[in-house]
C-alpha cells in the first residue's frame, strides 16, 4: 500500500486557536509511505514537527522533499531528528536523502545560518551542524522531468512552477509501478498561473496551464496549492499561489481521481468548511467524476496496491 498523511496545511504562517483545529494551524508538512517502505517527507514547515513521529516506525531509507525555502516551508526543520537521523538507534549509518531546488543546500544555510537566525548551521562549520544529511548526496532540480529513482517501485519526476523565490518552486510527481499498474501522487505548492511576481501578468499562461496539465495528467492524488477563495485572489495575486475554483478547473481537464486543495490562507475552520462546501458544489457542475476535498491536519490516506 501507499500511506500519505497530512501534517501541516497552512501557508504563510502557523495559525494558533481553537478556531483552527478542525483544519489545523501548522504549515506544510505531508508523508508519504512507499510500498517498499521508503519514507517520504514533502516540505519541513512546522507540521514537520509532528510528522518525525512516522520514523518509530522504521524505515528503509528517508527522504525529504523541499519545495522551496521560504520560511513556512523549511521553519519546522531544527526542531525534528531528522537532521541527526544517524545518531538514532534504529537508523544508524543511515543519512537523509534531500531533494530540492538548484542551490538547496546553501539556501538553507541562510536560514539555519548557525547564528543570527537559527543557533544550529545546516552546512558544517565550527560549532553544531545538521549532520544527518549526505551533504555530497544532495539532489538538485536540473531541468524539467528530471526523474529520480527512490526504491524499487518508485520515481519522482520534477517541474518547476511558477513563485515568486529566486530558484523557483519544484512540483513533485511521485510514481509508483507495481504489478503492471502505475499510481502517481502529484505534490504541487505555492504555484500561480495567472502572473509571474511582483504584478506581472504571465504572458504565456495558458502554456504554463497546459504544460501543468500534461505533467499531472490522470493522476490519482493531486496535492495542490490553492490558498485564497475566489474573491480574495485578486487581492494577492502575483504572491505566487491559485485560487480555489482555479485548481479545480485545471484538476477536471487533467482528469485527476482525487484533489486535496493546501495551503489555506488565514481562515479559520468556519470559512474553511464553508469554502470546502462551495468547492465541492462547483466540481459537481464540471461533469467530472473529481473528488474534492480540503486538506487538514490529521487526514490520512492509503491507496491499496
Known amino acids: 500500500m501507499i500511506k500519505i498523511n497530512f501534517y501541516g496545511v497552512r501557508g504563510s504562517i502557523p495559525q494558533s486557536g481553537t478556531e483552527y483545529i478542525q483544519f489545523g494551524g501548522a504549515t506544510s508538512s505531508i508523508t508519504i509511505r512507499t510500498p517498499m517502505n521508503t519514507l517520504l517527507f514533502l516540505d519541513a514547515g512546522t507540521g514537520i514537527i509532528t510528522a518525525q513521529q512516522e520514523l518509530n516506525t522504521i524505515a528503509e531509507d528517508v527522504y525529504l522533499f523541499i519545495s522551496h525555502t521560504h520560511a513556512d516551508h523549511i521553519q519546522g526543520l531544527g526542531m525534528t531528528k531528522l537532521p541527526w537521523l544517524s545518531s538514532l538507534e534504529n537508523y544508524k549509518d543511515k543519512n537523509v536523502h534531500l531533494v530540492g531546488p538548484k542551490g538547496i543546500g546553501n539556501h538553507l544555510q541562510k536560514y539555519y545560518d548557525g547564528d543570527v537566525i537559527w543557533p544550529v548551521s545546516f552546512l558544517p ?39 515568486p523565490v529566486s530558484s523557483g518552486v519544484i512540483l513533485y510527481k511521485f510514481i509508483f509501478t507495481f504489478k503492471d499498474r502505475k499510481y502517481s501522487i502529484i505534490y504541487a505548492t505555492d504555484n500561480e498561473f495567472d502572473y509571474i511576481g511582483k504584478k506581472i501578468i504571465n504572458p504565456n499562461k495558458e502554456e504554463w496551464i497546459n504544460r501543468y496539465i500534461e505533467f499531472i495528467y490522470k493522476s490519482d492524488i493531486l496535492i495542490a496549492d490553492a490558498q485564497y477563495s475566489n474573491d480574495d485572489y485578486t487581492n494577492y495575486s502575483g504572491f505566487g499561489h491559485s485560487y480555489h475554483n482555479q485548481i479545480i478547473d485545471i484538476a477536471c481537464q487533467a482528469k485527476i481521481k482525487h484533489l486535496y486543495i493546501t495551503h489555506h490562507h488565514n481562515y479559520d475552520d468556519r470559512q474553511l468548511k464553508e469554502f470546502e462546501d462551495r468547492a465541492i458544489t462547483y466540481s459537481k457542475t464540471k461533469n467530472s467524476n473529481l473528488e474534492v476535498s480540503f486538506a487538514k491536519i490529521g487526514l490520512e490516506k492509503i491507496l491499496q496496491i
Open 125 to 163: 562549520q565550527e560549532g553544531p551542524y545538521m549532520f544527518g544529511f549526505d551533504k555530497e548526496k544532495i539532489t538538485e532540480y536540473e531541468e524539467d522531468n528530471q526523474e529520480i529513482q527512490i526504491d524499487r517501485v518508485t520515481t519522482v519526476r520534477l517541474l518547476k512552477g511558477i513563485h
